[in-house]
Each structure stands twice: as structure tokens, then as C-alpha cells.
């Protein structure tokens, strides 16, 4: 494979279509990052139950098993604009909805969960799309620059929220989210018409046969199940931030999506493509490592540190996805990424509802270690038994894949 990271940056913006998806994406990631310290702050001040906080946050990603079971065959059978458009437009109409006065903390998970499984679709589309603009050869090089506007957009989110919150008030910051959502769907119109990627009309029994023949193989499991779980158990951790430390939840969230931008553009833009293979399964050891002395209570600037260096750990995903996209065939290429998408938020909200239960019973910092002391034994697990099934090596491969 070409060593795409060299590519600059400035050729994806002049790629037809880039910049659309790139803009509505951002205003969307701007409007979930808000809307989520909104959310978890106003169930927090509400309950005072960091599992009712973390669910109100992370909760959302549970509902994707749903779509992922459901209604993932439309992710390669549906025009893209028109579906990136009305998921946008949805999730404006929940979120003003969860600004309304009096809306009891039920009726908040509820409408979050909904939110969730509309949002099931929508990774499908959006990096299948991608994947269709830039082509395999260019997908890690565009993920990349994604995963750093993330990051920069979570930076820039979670410290507006953090003084929003404080200055305003909760339901303010969720009525401006949903306006960025109004935003993204706006700017999602700007892209051109494509016809669906694969011919026939979404249904579940296509979702199921397509799921499993992307099952079916040993090597695309083990990449999937290291796409999902340790980095979901990590995010169990971060789940907690706002009932380990209320008043520096902001702070947190922003040193992790630093740490988050620095690993995205080392492993995008930095490493030559002859190492990234080799430095998946370091950099999940990373993502976990540092979580491991939250236990003692470090001091804030220490805990911030801590945060940010994991974070860069979240680079693996670039990794990983590079690995899947190499072993799927083109024209499954939107369920595959739709696959990954919705079974790693999946995760992310069982471990924010697993670490939420367990902070519940001991304290934040204690289930913030527990979550990293699994993160790692997963790691470890899938790396041996990767070795086993897999003619390249495995989530430490030794030589080029192919799909099949």
C-alpha cells in the first residue's frame, strides 16, 4: 500500500466534496460535545448519581447495537446527502426537545436513546462516503484529519461548555447544540447527489446475512473486537469525569481530546506507512496504562497529564481501521465502517454504564483503574489469539492483507 500520510492535507480540501462533509461533520461533533457536558451536568446536578451522569452521556451509544442489528444495510443503499441532512435535522429537534423546562431525568435518557438509534446509521454513511470520495488508498489519510477536527472541535466544545455551564445554564447550551445541528444539515445539502453504493432496498434480513459475512472471518473479528472493546472500556473511564471532579469536567474532556489530536496526527500524518501495523497494539497498552494511578487521587494538573497522554493512545483506531478497510471488499465498505462505528459506541455506553455501576459502589477513581486494568487484559487477550487465526500476523501483522 502507498504511503499515504505524506499526502497533504491541503490536496484532501481541493478532493470534490471533501470540504462539505468535513464542515457538516464538524458543526455536528461541535453540537454533540456541548449538548453532552450540557446533559451529563444537568442529570449530575439533578441526581447527584455518577451512573444516571455517565448513561446521560454515553448513553446514546447503546441504542446503536439496535441499529447496527436493524438497519445498518441502508449505510451503502441510501443517497447519502439527503440521509446525512435528516439525521442532522433529528438530532436539532431531540436536542431542543431536551432543553425543555421541567422534563423529567427519565424522559432526558429516553430521548437520548432515541438519538442513539437514529445516529446508528448515520457512521455507515458518513465513512463509507469518505472511503468513496478519497478511495482506499486516501481513507486513513481523511480519517485522520477527521479524528483531529474531533479533537479540536471537543477542545474547543467542552471548554465553551464548561463556561457555558457555569455562567448560563445547561438547557442554554443545549438550545445553542441543537442550532449546530440545524447547521450541519444545512451544510450537508452543499453535497453532491450520489446513488446508493449497492443496489436494493434496506432491510433487516440484508443487514443480518451482510453482518454476517463481515463476521465470518477471523482476522475481521479480532479487528473489530479490538476496535470496540478496549477502546470503550477507556471511555468508561472518561464517562466519569464529571462526577470525579464537577468542577474540572471541561478540563478533563479538553486535555483527552488534546491527547486525542496529538495521536491522530502522529499516526496520520507523522508515521511512515511501514510502521503503522506494528504500533496498534502499543498504542492500546497506552490508551489504558496511565488510567492505572487514578486510584491514588492525584493532584488536577497531574490527572490532566495523565488524561492527555492516554488519549494519544486513541491513534490505534486510525490503525485498526486502516487493517479493516484493507480486508473489505469495496461494495460492503459503508456496512463494514458502519459496523465498526456502531458497535464501538455500543461499547462505549456499556462500559459508561459499567463504570458508572461500579463508581456507584466504590468511587470514580477506583472504577477509572478497574476500566484500564480490563482494557489491558482485553488488549492482551486479542493479541495472542489474533496470532492464531491470522496468515499476517494479526493485530501485529508482518505482511500486506487483503479482503476477501
Known amino acids: 500500500m502507498p504511503d499515504t500520510s505524506r499526502k497533504s492535507y491541503a490536496e484532501l480540501f481541493r478532493t470534490p466534496e471533501f470540504s462539505p462533509l468535513f464542515l457538516s461533520t464538524s458543526a ?8 453532552g457536558l450540557a446533559l451529563g ?30 438497519f445498518l444495510s441502508g449505510a451503502d443503499r441510501l443517497a447519502p446527502r439527503t440521509t446525512l ?25 429516553a430521548v437520548v436513546l432515541v438519538e442513539g438509534l437514529i445516529a446508528s446509521l448515520g457512521g455507515g454513511v458518513r465513512w463509507g462516503l469518505l472511503n468513496e470520495i478519497l478511495s482506499k488508498g486516501g481513507y486513513l489519510t481523511g480519517r485522520s484529519v477527521f479524528n483531529m477536527m474531533t479533537g479540536l472541535m471537543q477542545i474547543a466544545g467542552y471548554a465553551t461548555g464548561g463556561v457555558l455551564v457555569t455562567l448560563l445554564s445547561p438547557r442554554l447550551c443545549l438550545l445553542l447544540a441543537a442550532g ?14 450520489r446513488p446508493p453504493r449497492a443496489t436494493g432496498r434496506p432491510s433487516v434480513a440484508v443487514t443480518w446475512r451482510t453482518n454476517a459475512l463481515l463476521w465470518s472471518r477471523a482476522p475481521r473479528r479480532h479487528v473489530y473486537l479490538a476496535l470496540w472493546i478496549p477502546n470503550g472500556l477507556v471511555v468508561g473511564c472518561e464517562s466519569l469525569y464529571v462526577s470525579y471532579d464537577p468542577r474540572a469536567a471541561g478540563t478533563l474532556f479538553a486535555c483527552a481530546a488534546l491527547g ?15 510502521l503503522r501495523p506494528r504500533l496498534g497494539i502499543p498504542l492500546l497498552v497506552l490508551l489504558a496504562a496511565p488510567y492505572l494511578v487514578l486510584f491514588l487521587r492525584p493532584p488536577l494538573p497531574l490527572t490532566a497529564v495523565l488524561v492527555a497522554l492516554a488519549s494519544v493512545g486513541f491513534g490505534a483506531s486510525l490503525v485498526q481501521q486502516e487493517r479493516l478497510v484493507a480486508l473489505t471488499p469495496d461494495e460492503l465498505s459503508g456496512h463494514a465502517l458502519g459496523l465498526h462505528s456502531a458497535g464501538m459506541l455500543t461499547m462505549q455506553g456499556v462500559a459508561a454504564a459499567l463504570a458508572g455501576t461500579v463508581a456507584q459502589f466504590t468511587s470514580p477513581a477506583t472504577a477509572m483503574t478497574a476500566m484500564a486494568l480490563a482494557s489491558l487484559a482485553v488488549t492482551l487477550t486479542l493479541t495472542v489469539a ?18 476477501a
Open 28 to 35: 455536528g461533533i461541535a453540537a454533540q460535545t456541548v449538548s
Open 386 to 403: 489474533s496470532r492464531r487465526h491470522a496468515e499476517d500476523g494479526g493485530l501485529w501483522p508482518t505482511r500486506a492483507v487483503r479482503a
Open 85 to 109: 441532512a435528516g439525521l442532522s435535522l433529528a438530532f436539532a429537534a431531540a436536542t431542543a426537545a431536551l432543553a425543555l423546562p421541567g422534563l423529567p431525568v427519565w424522559a432526558m435518557l
Open 41 to 70: 451536568t444537568l442529570v449530575f446536578r439533578a441526581t447527584n448519581s455518577p451512573l444516571l451522569s455517565a448513561v446521560s452521556m454515553f448513553g446514546p451509544s447503546l441504542a446503536q447495537v439496535l441499529g447496527a442489528t436493524f
Open 180 to 193: 449546530l445541528y440545524a447547521v450541519a444539515a444545512g451544510l450537508a445539502l452543499r453535497l453532491s447527489h
Open 260 to 274: 486525542m489530536l496529538a495521536g491522530d496526527v502522529t499516526v496520520g500524518r507523522l508515521l511512515p506507512a511501514r
